[in-house]
């Protein structure tokens, strides 16, 4: 590849929205469209394996290997931060859970914006665009579309009993979480094909790979964004130890996601004007938001061991119980090696004071001290919870002009009070619901954090040593109105003062979705199609 080597739209990451992009935008025959992934082919074994998560995140073939800042509201623990590095990007590795978030959520995108676009009116077509549910096409959901949404293929007594406990304790069940309210407690729906991951490069890229005008590039890490007079004209890649320009006639699109692109910006002089002339970056374009408005859920693991009920530990830790695993995913595609991270879900008030469902529970049929770590010998089920909205917010800024090197990453979780009071209401929450006579008969001794922990101070305290990052990060290049100087897009994801470069991805996102962040990336991806499509007929 030479300098002078050009192309209609350059898309940087094959991720989660990258992939969706390449392929909406290179169904016109006349737009020539490159796709740059820094990472490799998904073409390792563990990614399509449900429950090879656990191969991939921490393995360099498949995660960039972040981790956070010492960070004071986890009493300076710092955090693993996986990010996909390979086709397919976060959905390669991630927990395959399909959720949308609230409809209150792109309400307040739209109030945010200006712009009555990102209502959930508006959205939930764009939802359905690319959808496969598994109930088929109705007026909420999609058919026959690339992204599939299936049921899980197991079943676990403990978290039918826990179900039946949120139940007692006031929760109703549903068996729809994507309807706009999730409130409720049920399986969650994932994004599997008959018992194996389905990623975005599986759903989107391979199809569109064969169209002449569509070249993909793994191995190719995007330096910085090159600009000409105000406007992107392409970039610049490192490429087998190589430094070498392609450009874009129309637009380059930014799909790093919530840590790559704000990165990238940054390296390319576009950003706060302090950090960038801190690190010698000659200042292309003052966007003090850049790397702003970090947000994440925190999730608290509160493990409670039982008798008398299988659960993941005792299964997993003989070697019938691996044989029997093994045996039933090879034949069936189905049990523990099926297993999306968490199984059953619950969103639900953290007190009676909230207005809307502000917590998610992911709860699983299994514990251990930390991800990595080996399951605990005795049998036990974890009911993670996390603060669905909020009011934290943290950074991503470059540590140096290289762009091999990993940005800061400093969520400041639990660093309001509203957010300490929630982490310590939703342990006392889920202490209730583990009281519930639906689980008497496991009898639930909570093994973490423990009951000698009552007051709020102890439970935030104890939040910050027991809390991990459920790998949900954006809004690091949010989307605002035309008069928010802190906002880096317009609505339409256009960078603000940069002709000709978009962004499309998590990043976007002026707050946080209610829940797993990956169908909204999508949905997002879907909407800036269209935009870039419009945007090259005028």
Request: contains cysteine; glycine residues 10%; proline residues 6%.
């Amino acid at each position: 590849m030479d300098a002078a080597e050009t192309f209609d739209i350059v898309i940087v990451g094959a991720g989660t929205a990258g992939c969706l992009l390449a392929n909406r935008l290179s169904a016109d025959p006349a737009c020539r469209v490159l796709l740059l992934e820094a990472g490799g082919r998904d073409n390792y074994a563990w990614i399509h394996i449900p429950v090879g998560y656990l191969y991939c995140i921490g393995n360099p073939r498949t995660d960039w290997l972040y981790f956070t800042e010492p960070d004071p509201g986890l009493n300076g623990r710092r955090l693993r931060y996986p990010r996909g590095k390979v086709l397919g990007g976060c959905s390669s590795i991630n927990g395959m859970i399909y959720m949308r978030g609230q409809a209150r959520d792109y309400e307040a995108w739209a109030a945010a914006t200006g712009d009555d676009s990102w209502r959930w009116d508006a959205v939930l077509p764009l939802f359905k665009r690319h959808e496969d549910h598994w109930r088929g096409a109705d007026a909420l959901h999609g058919g026959g579309a690339e992204w599939r949404v299936e049921q899980q293929r197991l079943r676990w007594d403990i978290l039918d009993a826990f179900a039946a406990a949120a139940r007692e304790a006031g929760i109703p069940a549903t068996d729809d979480f994507n309807r706009g309210d999730n409130e409720g407690v049920g399986y969650f729906e994932v994004n599997q094909r008959r018992g194996v991951r389905w990623n975005a490069s599986k759903a989107f890229l391979r199809p569109a790979k064969v169209r002449p005008n569509l070249v993909v590039r793994t191995g190719a890490q995007v330096a910085r964004v090159l600009l000409e007079a105000g406007r992107a004209v392409g970039v610049e890649l490192l490429e087998g130890g190589h430094r070498h320009a392609v450009r874009a006639t129309r637009e380059v699109v930014l799909s790093a996601g919530a840590v790559g692109t704000p990165q990238l910006l940054q390296l390319s002089g576009i950003g706060p004007g302090a950090l960038l002339q801190r690190h010698g970056i000659p200042v292309q374009h003052l966007l003090p938001g850049v790397g702003e408005n970090l947000q994440d859920h925190l999730q608290i693991r509160a493990v409670f061991g039982v008798e008398g009920v299988p659960t993941l530990n005792t299964l997993a830790n003989s070697w019938w119980g691996k044989a029997r695993i093994a045996a039933e995913y090879a034949l069936k595609r189905s049990g523990p090696m099926s297993m999306a991270p968490s199984q059953l879900g619950c969103f639900t008030r953290s007190s009676a004071a909230m207005r809307w469902p502000n917590i998610e529970y992911h709860v699983q049929p299994l514990s251990l001290d930390a991800f990595g770590e080996p399951l605990h010998g005795f049998d036990a089920f974890t009911a993670s919870v996390c603060n669905l909205n909020p009011t934290a917010r943290g950074t991503v800024q470059i540590r140096s002009p290289r762009p091999e090197d990993a940005p800061a990453i400093l969520a400041n979780y639990l660093s309001t009070p509203e957010d300490r009071q929630v982490a310590a209401d939703s342990l006392r929450l889920t202490r209730r619901i583990a009281a519930m006579p639906a689980l008497a008969k496991y009898r639930p001794r909570e093994v973490k954090p423990g009951l000698q922990f009552q007051s709020d101070d102890e439970l935030a305290r104890l939040a910050g040593d027991i809390g991990t990052t459920i790998f949900h990060p954006v809004g690091t290049c949010r989307m605002g109105r035309a008069d928010d100087e802190a906002a880096v897009t317009d609505p339409q994801l256009r960078v603000r003062g940069i002709a000709g470069l978009r962004i499309a991805d998590a990043s976007v996102m002026p707050g946080i979705t209610s829940g797993n962040t990956n169908a909204p990336t999508l949905m997002i991806a879907e909407r800036a199609a269209a935009l870039i499509a419009a945007a090259g007929k005028s």
